[in-house]
């Protein structure tokens, strides 16, 4: 059975299916942060999502990432690598983008298993 969460006339926020959860784009609520701060705040707003479905990023499948400016990957490599500290980490990509929006340097889909 499909399972739909957060829907808009657009999109759902989150999809489960089976043993695996789709979630929609997770960006930073602080605008004006740099890219770093910025990966933070999407990655941390990705591991509320994943709680509440009963995952965590150890179950974290694939990520993609957008980003509007890839001259800042290495300050980006270096938030996510803090942030799983150590774990093992999903599959991914880095997709530089012309625009996510006003301020948003940074935008995170994942998909993850669940427990």
Known sequence: MIQRFHGTPLLHGAVHHGNTVYLCGATA???SAGMGAQTTQALDKVAKWLKHFGSDRTLM????IYT???SQIGELNEAWAAWFNGA???TR???GVADLGPG???EIVVTAALR
């Open 88 to 90: 093992d980490q999903p």
């Open 61 to 64: 499948l694939n990520a993609m």
């Open 93 to 95: 990509a880095a997709i």
């Open 68 to 70: 509007t400016d890839m």
């Open 29 to 31: 609520e602080d605008k």
């Open 104 to 106: 948003t340097l940074i």
